[in-house]
């Protein structure tokens, strides 16, 4: 078990408090709830920390259009955040709100400390203004193109294009979001975070950050590019005063993670302990920042959209402010919904409330789904018939038929724990089992968790199976209460591992052992405790029944209108005898989307052979586009990390590109014939990658690499002359 003794905190990022929880949310705040109840089971004593944030634009702008006032706003969905999180079993030990007298105080006092610290200047900056609604214009109320790639994007971030934030002033041709005309820039004072003064301290910092790959090195990126100061002020009514100055709130990035402080400040107070032990660890970095003398652990759970704020803003303004540092910092992957985008405007989105606990589906099953289906910084796809197939084939034929078997044949032919031995090599595959089960958490690694434990219900099947308690008990009772008891052992020690996954049914699975208490409260150590021989069972009952097909339809109906009225809302199917004519065809063009990638290149010189005898040596123009046409497609350089053949093609690759994403690109083109395979890794090349997903040969391809073709058989990769980082954009 842990011998650490450090207090450790652990967080979630805070969910806006302007919408219903959905499925995006449960893949932050489950798997950190699994950690936080593995930490206990190691005997860690773990604060767990959330809270709704209530401030920012965002907020502004959903309770505008719903009539009402933010704080009316915030407190329906606040309420709404608790209860979800309540019936997903996932426990805070306290859970707040930013707009909280605790994180006034809070955020006031270390903004004033970054203040009295030289850390905050004041600057007169160009800020958007629309002359139509007379008001200046924060963050989301004003919308233009990206200055670094020239997509649409929106005040503080390019949200559809490269995803950089953007400043006050940065956006070209700015419009009001709220009245759609254009806006004007007007000069105003505000004020900013010496984030450049921490360029050296976020190197070193960076290298001892423990945590997911994917958030320390996507950090690491940022911090080489170079570190711009931020603006920490904004033209609202709705927030955390800035000091002294009339007008302005603290920026929602600056209150939101000081939220974290102050909720622990909240549990302090409810539990007569110290919140300083957390955030006040005794910080004395050395010259070069690293975190050797620090005596707390701060652990962070968060999306992958919020790593820069909280490896690169929030460290660096809680160093300038003298608190302590966060020391792990947990990011998610992505979410889809069968195979698509997560859009809530597209319909591709599942709600936690309305399409799933209400369905009557158990919060246990989205928690296994959750934690297993996929390394936690990779990209978890969601569909119904997935759920099902996954929870049918593990949860019910393998965890749930053992449990089953075992204490059903257990309470009909003894009617308690018959007395028995455990088998040392029961004991020590537990034992084992557990050491593996707790490093994977240690490493972030839910799905090796899951994994883990479910292969030793493989072999508790197999230990149940192979010994025949059903001819035993005709012939030797004895001996056959020998094989129940060391069966009931391994459910004793699986219903203690898999707590932290399926809290509830293994908590039902407890009291049917004939165990009393929590089992939330028992230790991993517990496991391997043998089993009290005459203990009454208590009645067996099925812990997990199959999703039935039926059942699964109907999720899959309601799934595809939702779809369908979002896109006819957005204008994007036009009528429904398109969707007819689009069904029709659907499966003919996927029995010819391999031939088409077979005959690419010869399809590309027919075509221009057919051009040269209809024209002659003219070049057939196809039809002019604007601007706007062209910054439709999204080219972004790439480099070649891999590149393998694909089995039903001879004219196919399958190729691996990174483009600045937490996660390669997988990319099928016809360039085989062109080059060897060898001979394309490490090349840095041009890729579309806006372009929809396609399947070739069975392969799924997420963009395309652009080549030239002379036609006559001469073809070669668009390269850029000079070595650029994966992820620039092609402008």
Not at 433 to 454: G, N, W
Not at 511 to 530: H, I, R, T, W
Not at 616 to 639: R, S, W, Y
Request: proline fraction near 4%; charged fraction near 25%.
């Amino acid at each position: 078990m842990s011998q650490d003794t450090k207090p450790m905190i652990v967080t979630c990022g805070l969910p806006y408090a302007n919408g219903m929880a959905h499925l995006g949310h449960m893949r932050t705040y489950v798997p950190a709830d699994i950690y936080v109840r593995s930490q206990r089971k190691q005997g860690r004593d773990v604060v767990f920390i959330c809270g709704s944030d209530t401030h920012g634009t965002p907020v502004v702008v959903n309770a505008e259009k719903e009539g009402v006032t933010p704080k009316e706003l915030v407190t329906i969905y606040h309420k709404h955040f608790l209860d979800i999180f309540t019936r997903m079993g996932v426990h805070f030990d306290a859970y707040g709100t930013t707009d909280d007298e605790e994180n006034h105080i809070r955020t006031t006092e270390i903004v004033q400390k970054l203040i009295d610290n030289d850390y905050v200047y004041a600057k007169n900056i160009d800020i958007a203004y629309c002359p139509h609604c007379d008001r200046f214009l924060p963050d989301r109320y004003v919308e233009g193109i990206c200055p670094h790639c020239e997509a649409v994007a929106r005040g503080d971030e390019c949200d559809q294009g490269c995803k950089k934030p953007l400043y006050p002033g940065e956006l070209i041709d700015p419009r009001c979001t709220v009245c759609k005309n254009q806006a004007e820039y007007r000069s105003q004072e505000h004020y900013f975070f010496k984030l450049s003064e921490f360029d050296g301290f976020l190197k070193e910092y960076l290298e001892a950050l423990k945590g997911t790959d994917n958030a320390v090195n996507y950090s690491k990126g940022w911090v080489t590019q170079g570190l711009e100061d931020w603006c920490i002020t904004r033209n609202m009514d709705w927030g955390v005063k800035f000091p002294g100055v009339e007008g302005l709130v603290i920026y929602v990035w600056v209150d939101a993670p000081i939220g974290y402080i102050a909720f622990t400040e909240e549990w302090a107070k409810a539990n007569n302990d110290s919140w300083e032990k957390f955030w006040k660890a005794n910080v004395s970095a050395n010259a070069g920042g690293t975190l050797a003398a620090q005596n707390s652990e701060i652990v962070h759970f968060i999306g992958g959209d919020i790593v820069y704020h909280h490896c690169i803003f929030w460290p660096a303004m809680l160093k300038g402010a003298g608190y302590s540092l966060p020391t792990d910092v947990v990011a998610s992957g992505m979410v889809k919904i069968e195979d698509k985008k997560f859009s809530k405007s597209r319909g591709y989105v599942v709600w936690v409330s309305e399409d799933y606990l209400d369905q009557g589906f158990h919060p246990d099953l989205l928690r296994y789904y959750l934690s297993s289906y996929t390394s936690h910084t990779k990209e978890l796809n969601f569909g119904w018939e997935m759920l099902q197939e996954k929870i049918n084939s593990e949860l019910v034929a393998v965890l749930g038929n053992l449990f089953y078997r075992s204490l059903l044949f257990a309470s009909k032919n003894f009617g308690e724990i018959p007395t028995g031995t455990a088998d040392p090599e029961i004991l020590e595959r537990i034992k084992q089992t557990t050491a593996e089960a707790i490093q994977a958490l240690e490493e972030y690694e839910f799905k090796k968790y899951s994994d883990t434990v479910m292969e030793l219900a493989s072999y508790a099947n197999t230990y149940f199976q192979s010994h025949e308690p059903w001819a035993l008990i005709k012939t030797d009772k004895g001996k056959c209460g020998e094989v129940v008891y060391n069966s009931l052992q391994l459910v004793k020690a699986l219903t203690i591992l898999f707590e932290p996954v399926t809290p509830g049914k293994m908590q039902e699975a407890w009291e049917q052992l004939g165990l009393s208490g929590n089992v939330s409260d028992v230790l991993y150590e517990e496991a391997l405790v043998p089993l009290v021989s005459g203990r009454k069972l208590g009645n067996p009952e099925i812990l997990f029944t199959k999703l039935e097909d039926d059942k699964i339809a109907e999720m899959d109906e309601i799934a595809k209108k939702r779809v369908h009225l979002a896109l006819k809302e957005a204008g994007l199917v036009p009528n429904e005898e398109k969707l007819v004519e689009d069904a029709k065809s659907k499966k003919e063009k996927a029995s010819k989307s391999c031939a088409a990638g077979e005959k690419m290149s010869e399809n590309k010189a027919d075509s221009k052979d057919n051009k040269t005898e209809k024209h002659g040596n003219e070049p057939e123009l196809l039809p002019e586009i604007t601007i706007d046409d062209f910054f439709k497609a999204q080219i972004k350089v790439g480099k070649i990390l891999s590149a393998e053949t694909i089995e039903k093609s001879t004219k196919l690759y399958k190729i691996m590109v990174d483009v600045g994403e937490l996660e390669p690109r997988q990319i099928v083109s016809g360039i085989r014939a062109y080059y060897e395979m060898d001979e394309l890794v490490g090349k840095t090349v041009c890729v579309i990658v806006n372009l929809k997903a396609a399947k070739l040969c069975g392969v799924q391809s997420q963009g395309m690499i652009l080549a030239a073709d002379d036609g006559n058989g001469k073809v070669c990769l668009l390269m850029p002359d000079q070595e650029l980082e994966p992820g620039s954009d092609v402008c």
